[in-house]
């Protein structure tokens, strides 16, 4: 059936929004479509093994001695508890005076908390937190005795200011996360062909981009960025594009998902259910002892009714109508055509003589299609439309993908040619960079 085949074409790239089409007011709401970013531990343990050098600190420490830390092997980067954990190995040396200690070892161990600041970069938060085993509490050293942990840890502060922003450029220069948002929205602003059959064309209209905290678990580090935007889907030549603003800063939320509300009105044309009751009505026969062949039929609506009009012959010879109305059940969530009565307003002579017809089959012949037909192509918008969600192309190298786990239906109207009934779409979205 063309109609529902567009219908589910257009339902599929629908799945971006929170919107209504034309037909129930153009009214259009936001909904925010979600783009994870995230880095592996290792991967942040390769940046900063190429970018932290050998020397870490050489200077003076308490009670007159001088420390020198010297990183001694790779650093091990791991992600826990929203914290980045770092282990690196040095080798130490203390001196007094003419005295020196050997090399020894130990690793110096921090945490440090990344954060994403509103004009996008990263900046880091890094604290010491202590010592592997191995330094003994004491150590002689010319004639004092020293304790290297407490020397280390006088030292740690400038360790510190050392590594924070050699970290932060690293991060910067290796995440880019600007670079990354920046075209992205850009690219936001112009219409995209979403389906050539129908010339459909998907209309965002950028608002702001909102942002989760980092988070760091799992050796992982992820954070959540969301497109807020309206959207509209247009049918017939590419609409103007809007004029493109700059990257706006990140509003920072608690938390927000990716799921995705969709209110749009779906379109059953007459013509479509006429194709679907052909086969039980057309030329099939109705009745018992007495029985009648409906030769034709068409559909139309009359005071927000669908009235079907059948011409017959056998026992009775001439025009039938019967008048349904669907009937919403939102404790079901369904829609079903549960009364249909015929019309006996100008049914004349058959009222007298033709009552039988009125307890016959054919009410809950046409009443079981009606509703099996929209039942059908319901779920079969919801796999082709999660289907057609699979994968769709905004940009070079930027995705689209989501799935539809639910339709939800509310009211029906049957309007001149076609029974629109409000329909919501419940799932998932979110785009990916490749």
């Known amino acids: 059936m063309r109609h529902i085949r567009c219908l589910i074409c257009l339902l599929a790239v629908f799945l971006l929004t929170s919107t209504t089409c034309e037909a129930a007011g153009n009214w259009v709401q936001s909904s925010t479509i979600n783009l994870r970013v995230e880095a592996s531990a290792a991967d942040l343990g390769n940046i900063l093994n190429k970018s932290v050098n050998k020397d870490l600190f050489k200077g003076q420490g308490s009670f007159g001695t001088s420390v020198e830390i010297l990183r001694a092997g790779p650093i091990a980067v791991t ?3 929203d914290f980045v954990n770092l282990s690196i190995p040095v080798q130490l040396t203390f001196g007094y005076g003419m005295f020196t200690t050997g090399p020894l070892k130990t690793d110096l161990r921090f945490k440090a908390k990344i954060n994403v600041m509103p004009d996008w970069r990263l900046k880091t938060e890094l604290y010491y937190t202590g010592l592997s085993d191995g330094l003994s509490n004491s150590l002689r050293l010319g004639m004092i005795t020293i304790n290297p942990k407490s020397l280390v840890e006088s030292v740690t502060l400038p360790v510190q200011r050392l590594l924070a922003p050699i970290i932060d450029s690293k991060l910067n220069d290796t995440v880019r996360l600007r670079d990354k948002i920046a075209p992205l929205w850009q690219d936001a602003f112009t219409p995209v062909l979403v389906d050539k059959n129908f010339n459909a064309w998907l209309k965002l209209s950028p608002e702001k981009i909102v942002m989760s905290p980092l988070s760091a678990a799992n050796n992982w580090l992820r954070v959540s960025i969301g497109l807020v935007t ?7 030549p590419k609409p103007v594009s809007l004029p493109a603003r700059p990257l706006p800063q990140i509003q920072q939320l608690a938390n927000f998902d990716n799921q995705f509300h969709i209110q749009l009105v779906a379109n059953i044309f007459f013509s479509d259910l006429v194709t679907a009751l052909n086969p039980i009505l057309l030329n099939q026969t109705f009745g018992d002892e007495k ?15 669908l009235v079907i009009s059948l011409v017959s012959t056998g026992d009775f010879d001439g025009e039938l109508t019967l008048v349904a109305k669907p009937v919403y059940n939102p404790q079901s969530n369904s829609l079903t055509f549960d009364n249909i009565d015929f019309d006996t307003r100008n049914a004349g002579f058959f009222v007298g003589v033709g009552g039988w017809l009125f307890n016959g089959t054919i009410r809950n012949v046409i009443k079981e299609k009606l509703n099996a037909t929209i039942a059908d192509q319901l779920v079969s918008a919801r796999l082709k439309a999660s289907a057609a969600l699979a994968r769709i192309q905004l940009a070079d190298h930027v995705e689209l993908s989501g799935t539809v786990k639910s339709l939800s239906l509310g009211e029906a109207v049957v309007a001149a040619d076609r029974l629109s009934l409000q329909v919501t779409a419940q799932g998932e979205s979110g785009i990916s960079l490749k």
Request: hydrophobic share 40%; aromatic share 4%.
């Open 79 to 81: 992600a826990s508890n």
């Open 291 to 305: 029985k009648i062949t409906i030769r034709s039929f068409n559909l139309k609506s009359d005071e927000g009714k």
């Open 230 to 236: 309206a959207a509209e889907i247009i049918i017939g």
